[in-house]
Every structure is written in structure tokens, then in C-alpha cells.
């Protein structure tokens, strides 16, 4: 389910002076001092154009991500060691293509990431160490078309979109004997489909559309006493709106829906609308016409990944 993290490992153990002091002690000073930082992101269109198949008319759809993580770790302490794990991942993905008949379809992906793990241990005392880390990522498609066919009109819209983000903090403090640790994971991905296909008949014509939009998070914090502590906040938002219209003369049909949610991290989001509309000529002047819509939207709490 994630992408590959980038991983910065750092642990420090330097420099021993002999000396006097504290009886007779050495003095190993560590530090650790690091920044990383990670960022993408991209984008996609497609267009279709039916002249002599299907409706003629044209059909537009394209979407747009990105996403950023940062993270920074300081460190120092005296007798004993100090150490920091980070890792960032960025975003990225958006594809575009054409449907079945005349219309478009985009699927995106954006993701967040950050992980934190800070130690430190002491023979005698001393010590610090402290981290940081945020992320936030974003994605949206939209896809719109129809076109003309059987004395007829027919079009679609279908558009989603999803942001979220997170904020984190992790500290470590030994004074006297010991080894605390701290950290956080966090994480927000986020996954949107969205299509506009529109079609004809013998006797009649149509468009389905349909939009997606899914959003995992994860949430962690962790501590091992002796002042350790871990933070993470953060949370999501998500949305998603169809409309669809056909008509004939005598004969008219369109269907409209949507879908959003926003929740904490930690928790997961899933919302889709799937809608159609559809006309016929019967015969003798007598026009049918079809519409339908079914949509959805969950929040749950986030499962481990297997």
C-alpha cells in the first residue's frame, strides 16, 4: 500500500576524550543534526472526438496530484549515544484514457508518508533529541463530454477530489541512566477515479457516469518513558460529484449525485456515485426515457495493512 519511503538513518557515537573528570569518566559526546525533505508531482488530460461512430461530439477529462513530506531531526547528548530514523515520501500518479465509446476516464493517486524513531542512551547522563515532520498531499479529476446522435442530446460530468495532511512531533530527554525512545508514523493516501462515457442505440442514446474517491490513513504514536513523547496530527477531507442528462424529442431523462466526507487521522474514507441516463424511440411517436444514481459514503477506522 505505500510507496517506497526514503530512509535516513543516523547514529552517532563519537569522539572519546580521556580526562579526569567525573571521576575518571570519558566523555562521548553524539550528535545527530539532519534535514529531509520530499516532494512530487503530476498530472494527465486525454480528449475524445466522434464524428462518424457513436454520438458525435467531443469528451475532455484529465486530472492533477501532489504530494510533500518534510522532516528534521536534531540531536546531543553526553555519555551515551544519540540516534534518529527518518523517512519521507512524496506523491504522485495520474493517468487519463478514453472509454469504450465517447467519453474519458482519469485515475489518480497521491500520497503523504513520514516515519520518526528517535533513541538516545546514557551511561551516566545527559541528552536530547527531537524531531519533526509534516506532509500533505492532494488530488483531483474531472471528466465532461456527450455528444448528438438519433434526433438527440446526451452529456456527463464527473469530478472528485481529495486533500489531507499531518503534523508530528517527537522528543526525547534522558537525564541519568537510561534509554527512552519516541516516535510517530503517519501516513495518508488517497486514491480518485472519475469517467464520462456517452453512447447511442438503434433507436436511442445514453451517458454513464461515475466518480471514486478513497482515502487510507494511519495514525501512531509510541514513547518509553523518561520524558519521551510522540505527537501526530492530521486529517482528510474527500468529494465527488456526477450529473448526467439525455434527451429525445418527447423524451427527456438525467440523474444527479454526490458524495463527501472529512475525518482525523486514523480513520478511512470511501465515497463513489455511479449514475445513467438513457432514451429510446419506441415507435409511433412514443418516446421512453431511464435515469438512475446509486452513491456512497463510508467512514471507517483504518485497518492495518496485511
Known amino acids: 500500500m505505500f510507496k517506497k519511503l526514503l530512509v535516513v538513518s543516523l547514529v552517532a557515537c563519537m569522539a572519546l576524550f580521556a580526562g579526569n573528570a567525573f571521576a575518571g569518566w570519558g566523555i562521548p559526546m553524539g550528535k545527530v543534526d539532519t534535514n529531509v525533505a520530499a516532494d512530487n508531482s503530476d498530472h494527465s488530460s486525454k480528449m475524445d472526438f466522434h464524428l462518424f461512430s457513436g454520438p458525435a461530439g ?127 508514523n503517519a501516513y495518508i493516501e488517497q486514491f480518485g477515479f ?14 454513464r457516469v461515475e466518480a471514486s474517491t478513497t482515502v487510507f490513513s494511519t495514525g501512531g504514536s509510541y514513547d518509553n518513558g523518561f520524558l519521551s513523547c510522540a505527537d501526530v496530527n492530521g486529517g482528510f477531507s474527500a468529494s465527488g460529484k456526477v450529473s448526467t442528462l439525455t434527451t429525445q424529442p418527447g423524451a427527456f431523462a438525467s440523474a444527479n449525485g454526490s458524495y463527501s466526507g472529512a475525518a482525523h487521522l486514523g480513520k ?11 432514451t429510446a424511440n419506441g415507435g409511433n411517436g412514443v418516446n421512453s426515457a431511464w435515469a438512475g444514481m446509486q452513491v456512497t459514503s463510508i467512514i471507517t477506522k483504518t485497518q492495518s495493512p496485511e
Open 58 to 184: 467531443i469528451a475532455l477529462g484529465g486530472g492533477s496530484i501532489y504530494g510533500g513530506a518534510e522532516a528534521n531531526a536534531k540531536g546531543l547528548i553526553i555519555n551515551g549515544s544519540a540516534g534518529a530514523q527518518i523517512g519521507v515520501d512524496g506523491g504522485g500518479e495520474s493517468h487519463s484514457g478514453k472509454t469504450t465509446n465517447l467519453g474519458t476516464w482519469t485515475r489518480n493517486n497521491a500520497a503523504t508518508g513520514a516515519f520518526v524513531d528517535l533513541n538516545a542512551s546514557s551511561r551516566f547522563g545527559g541528552g536530547a533529541v527531537f524531531g519533526d515532520a509534516s506532509g500533505y498531499a492532494e488530488q483531483c479529476s474531472l471528466n465532461t463530454g456527450g455528444g448528438i446522435a438519433n434526433h438527440g442530446l446526451t452529456a456527463g460530468l464527473a469530478t472528485q477530489e481529495s486533500a489531507g495532511g499531518f503534523e508530528g512531533d517527537a522528543k526525547v530527554v534522558v537525564l541519568f541512566r537510561g534509554s527512552p525512545t519516541a516516535g510517530f
Open 268 to 278: 478511512t474514507y470511501t465515497g463513489s456515485a455511479i449514475g445513467y441516463s438513457e
Open 194 to 207: 472519475s469517467a464520462t462515457d456517452s453512447y447511442k442505440t438503434a433507436d436511442g442514446l445514453g451517458t
